[in-house]
C-alpha cells in the first residue's frame, strides 16, 4: 500500500523535525569547519551552512520511497533523507560504521535503503542519475519520484539539458532542484549564464518552472510536494530554482577575498534556521523549540564522539580487496590537493 500524498504544508510536528534536521546539520558543518582548521579532516570539506533549508526542505517533503541525488555540498540532504547523523560523519573521517566502510568520503554518501543514491563529485553527475532512476520507475510502473539536486555551475552542463529534454519528453516522474547559490567555484552565476532566472529555461524543455525562497524551508517544502505530486499523477518534471548563497566559501579550503562581504553579511542576516525559528514562534512555544535545538547540538556532538572513536576500514594496499592491485596506493588525500 502505497504512502499518502503529502500536502504542501508541513504539519507543526513535519516543521519542528525539518527545523531540528536543519540544526543538525549547522551543528555538523560548524564542527567540520573547526576540525579543518585544526588539520583533522581528510581534505577539503564543502559545507552547506546557510542553506540547509534546501536540502532539508526538500528531502522531507518526499515519501520514504522516493529517492535523491545530490551533489559534492549534500549533508543537508542525507540528514533530510534520515540517514543517521552518526554513520554520516563516520563516513565523512573514513570510519568503517560510515555508509560506504569509510571509502566514499564526505561527496559520495550514500544509503540505498534510505532511497539516498548518493552524493555526486562529477558536477552536473546528480541529474542523469535521478532521471534514469525515474525511468526505470516509469517502466516498472511503482508510485516513486526522484528527486536531483544540483548547483547553478551544473545547471551549466551539457548533461543538465539532456536529462531535462528527455525528462519532459517522456513525463518522467523527475524533480529537478537548482541550488542556486550564487556561484560556482569562484565564479558568479552572471559569469556562466546569460539569464538570471533559470526558470524561464523549463518553457524551453515544455515543463513548469518555479523559484523559491531557498532559505525558506516551508517554500522549499512545498515547491517540493507539489512538484512530486505532479509527477506521481504522471504530468512529468518540474524544475525548482531555489534561491541561496553560499555564505562559507567553496570548501574549507577556499582562501577566500571574491565575495562582496556586504553581500554575505546580507544572506546571514536571513539564516535558514532564523526564519524557521520565527516561523515556528507562530504557532508553537518558543522554549519548546529551544529544548529541541539543545538537543538536537547535543545528539550531533554525541554522533561525532562516537564516530570518531569508531576504527578506519583494515586496508591491504596489494591484497584482493585493492580496487586497483597493481597500482601505488596513495595513503593520504593531500595527495589529490584540493579535491576538485
Ligand atoms: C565535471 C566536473 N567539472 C568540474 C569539476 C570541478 N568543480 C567542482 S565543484 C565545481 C563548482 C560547482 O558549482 P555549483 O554546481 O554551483 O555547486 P556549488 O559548489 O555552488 O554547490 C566545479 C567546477 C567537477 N567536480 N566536475
Ligand atoms: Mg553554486
Redesign the pocket.
Same mark, same amino acid.
Given at each position: 500500500m502505497s504512502d499518502p500524498m503529502p500536502s504542501n504544508r508541513p504539519s507543526a510536528d513535519e516543521h519542528l523535525d525539518m527545523h531540528r534536521r536543519m540544526v543538525i546539520t549547522r551543528c555538523v558543518e560548524e564542527r567540520l569547519g573547526v576540525l579543518h582548521k585544526q588539520g583533522k579532516t581528510r581534505g577539503p570539506i =564543502?559545507r552547506?551552512d546557510g542553506q540547509e533549508a534546501v536540502g532539508v526542505g526538500a528531502t522531507m517533503a518526499l515519501e520514504a520511497r522516493d529517492v535523491v541525488t545530490t551533489? =559534492? %555540498?549534500g549533508h543537508a540532504v542525507y540528514i533530510g533523507k534520515g540517514l543517521d547523523p552518526r554513520r554520516v560523519i563516520a563516513e565523512i573521517f573514513g570510519r568503517v560504521t560510515g555508509y560506504g566502510g569509510g571509502r566514499a568520503g564526505h561527496m559520495l554518501v550514500g544509503s540505498v535503503e534510505h532511497g539516498m543514491i548518493g552524493g555526486n @563529485?562529477?558536477?552536473?553527475?546528480s541529474i542523469p542519475a535521478a532521471t534514469g532512476m525515474a525511468l526505470s520507475f516509469q517502466i516498472r510502473r511503482e508510485d516513486r519520484v526522484a528527486l536531483a539536486v +544540483?548547483?547553478?555551475? @551544473? @545547471?551549466q552542463?551539457g548533461i543538465c539539458h539532456e536529462s531535462m529534454n528527455i525528462a519532459a519528453l517522456w513525463r518522467l516522474p523527475v524533480i529537478f532542484l537548482l541550488? *542556486? *547559490?550564487d556561484?560556482?567555484?569562484t565564479v558568479h552565476r552572471s559569469e556562466q549564464s546569460s539569464v538570471a532566472d533559470y526558470t524561464v529555461r523549463a518553457a524551453g524543455y515544455g515543463m513548469p518552472g518555479e523559484a523559491v525562497d531557498g532559505n525558506d524551508v516551508l517554500a522549499v517544502y512545498g515547491a517540493v510536494a507539489a512538484a512530486a505530486q505532479r509527477a506521481r499523477r504522471g504530468d512529468g518534471p518540474t524544475l525548482i530554482e531555489a534561491r541561496t548563497y553560499?555564505v562559507e566559501g +567553496?570548501s574549507t579550503s577556499d582562501m577566500g577575498g571574491y565575495q562582496d562581504p556586504k553581500e554575505v553579511a546580507l544572506w546571514k542576516a536571513r539564516d535558514p534556521i532564523v526564519v524557521s525559528r520565527t516561523q515556528l514562534a507562530e504557532s508553537i512555544d518558543p522554549a519548546r523549540v529551544e529544548r529541541l535545538e539543545t538537543a538536537a547540538e547535543e545528539e550531533t556532538a554525541a554522533a561525532f564522539e562516537a564516530a570518531l572513536a569508531d576504527p578506519l576500514p583494515e586496508f591491504e594496499p596489494h591484497g584482493p580487496s585493492a580496487p586497483y592491485a597493481t597500482a601505488p596506493v596513495h595513503a593520504d588525500a593531500a595527495d589529490f590537493g584540493e579535491g %576538485?
Open positions: =564543502h552547506c551533489t =559534492h %555540498r @563529485a562529477i558536477v552536473g553527475g +544540483f548547483g547553478d555551475g @551544473a @545547471a552542463t541550488e *542556486n *547559490n556561484y560556482g567555484l553560499r +567553496f %576538485r
